[in-house]
């Protein structure tokens, strides 16, 4: 009789973003931050570490505090607070920071004060984790980065229309897709004005991917009636690009 596999464990923390630590990760460190006015307060007994040997935690402690990675984090989540990416009445993973050791993830949990941060070291396994546990295939969302276009092709419902190919960058992995409107492509943090079902006017707060299709994520200044019953209030508006142009003035 063949001998089990033996899966990796995962490693234990008191506080932080547990759900999101993959199994493998050699050490940990996790923390509850005040998340308040758009940015991130650290308290010294909300914080923990953890690894496969305390050498393995020590280590990666010394190399987390050596390119200062609570300053890093707060810069991101400012950054992403500032344009509603991320916000208090929200549950969404979003990466903080990455390099080629460590990789940072946060989320407020709709905790509407706080922020659970999970940082651990990476390893082939933890990548691979990461990016089956996050988005199902096909499905990518939260994509803090402006598309760049790379050319055109035919509709592949349509052929006698044409439409965009354009790359984004998503935890450091390429991302392409079509984009539906030849003449606008808005950034992160521009107006636009939804055309669709009288969803008005918003902010550009992200990218997503749905199968082969691009769309943004807009903030909406007013949310109509239907969409508030629907998707609650707070919620933002997920649609294509042929569904969007520049706000009107």
Known sequence: MPTPKKLPQRLSLAYGLTSALPPGAKAAWGCR?????DTLDFVFNRQDAAGETDEA???????????DLNAKLRE???????????????MRDMVLYEDDTAMAIGNTMASYGYCYIVAYQKTPKTTQFLWKSQWPEG??????DTPRRTGTQPNPYNPEETVENVTLTALTKEVTGFWSNATFLPGIGERVQVNMNGLGAG??????????????????????DWHLKQTGRGSHALVFGIEVAPEKQ
């Open 57 to 67: 935690r020590d280590e990666f402690l010394k190399y987390i505090n050596g390119i």
């Open 139 to 144: 499905m990518i969302y939260g994509i803090v």
């Open 33 to 37: 931050a005040i998340a308040t006015n």
């Open 203 to 224: 902010e550009v707060v992200a990218y997503f991917k749905e199968r082969q299709w691009i769309g943004v994520e807009v903030a909406l200044d007013q949310q109509p």
């Open 76 to 90: 991101t989540f400012e950054r992403l607070a500032s344009v509603g990416a991320m916000r208090g009445d929200q």
